[in-house]
């Protein structure tokens, strides 16, 4: 079965293709925005060229351009050449109810027997404004212009002047991280997004430095939940897991955070282990969903905060 890494290249190199209509194999702007060489790029296009019939490729001095002639087949054609990918075209159904109807394709009634989906996998964005508002975030990422965001979220706040940098999906929500100059990079959900607006027909090209501008994808290809803080240097928490969950944290196990790092087998069954954070509710609700198996062994000030939050919610303050 093909990664989810490279199903997720292949879908991306799809909808490339059906905005551009054709990709150069030695482009390396591409390249890089899927995270490979032209190399990888090449092969992943000849892959798509040799399941579908409405992409060719054609021969341009040292260098394959791939054309989509047609769109309407492409992922029917994939299905037919790739039948355990039915769960995966379904869930995608699940987050635009009218995709497959665009392309005429049907789940077969015997993949439907054998998936259950108790959980929607992607938020969806029912109305027509949460619609338009992921359409203007997409377009603004693309073509790096200023937003004005009107944004809800206990408070209302509008962030002036925002710059989109990617639209992720997290925590089975859809957030777009911005940079608010006031502020820095914030992770807003879309779902609270009220209304967005391009503030200023200017791209932000030009006035932000490419350093600068380096330091904030860095930061979005390690940082760990919607809580994490760009400015804010990180900590380390050290837990102790008890003998009942410590298979869980395990060094062969998921892990539940990027920056975890397994420390110890205690003789008692339990694990220690140790996470990064930024802010303490970075790493609270974690700790708080795995009690009372989950201890702090440090910092301190993490477990008072900790001590706190279980006073107030019990009336002992």
Not at 1 to 9: D, G, L, N, P, R
Not at 43 to 53: I, N
Not at 213 to 230: A, C, D, G, V
Request: aromatic share 12%; net charge positive; hydrophobic share 40%.
């Amino acid at each position: 079965m093909a990664s989810t890494k490279k199903i997720q290249s292949i879908f991306k190199l799809m909808e490339i293709l059906v905005e551009k209509k054709t990709i150069k194999a030695s482009d390396e702007k591409i390249a890089t925005e899927m995270g490979y060489c032209t190399k990888t790029l090449d092969r992943h296009l000849k892959e798509l060229e040799h399941v579908s019939s409405n992409i060719i490729r054609v021969k341009k001095g040292y260098s394959n351009i791939y054309e989509l002639i047609e769109v309407s087949s492409i992922f029917e054609k994939i299905m037919k050449k790739n039948d355990n990918l039915h769960w995966l075209f379904e869930l995608v159904e699940r987050f635009d109810r009218g995709f497959l109807k665009d392309i005429n394709y049907k789940t077969p009634q015997q993949e439907k027997d054998i998936f259950l989906y108790k959980n929607f996998l992607f938020e969806e964005l029912q109305s027509e404004r949460q619609k338009e508002i992921f359409s203007i975030l997409k377009e603004a990422i693309k073509t790096e212009q200023y937003l004005d965001i009107d944004y809800v979220y206990n408070e209302q706040r509008v962030h002036k002047k925002a710059i989109a940098l990617k639209l992720i999906f997290m925590e089975y929500h859809w957030y777009v991280a911005i940079v608010d100059k006031e502020i820095g990079i914030r992770f807003l959900r879309v779902f609270f997004i009220q209304k967005v607006k391009q503030s200023l027909k200017t791209s932000h090209l030009d006035a932000i430095s490419n350093n600068e501008m380096n330091s904030y994808h860095e930061f979005l290809k390690t940082f760990q939940n919607p809580m994490s803080r760009y400015d804010k240097l990180p900590q380390v928490v050290t837990l102790k897991a008890s003998p009942k969950v410590a298979k869980y944290f395990k060094p062969h196990m998921k892990r539940h955070f990027s920056s975890e790092k397994f420390i110890e087998n205690c003789v008692d069954g339990s694990v220690i282990f140790s996470v990064e954070y930024s802010q303490s509710i970075e790493i609270l609700p974690f700790i708080k969903k795995w009690l009372p198996d989950l201890k702090i062994l440090s910092p301190q000030s993490l477990e008072e905060k900790l001590r706190m939050d279980l006073k107030t919610y019990l009336g002992d303050t």
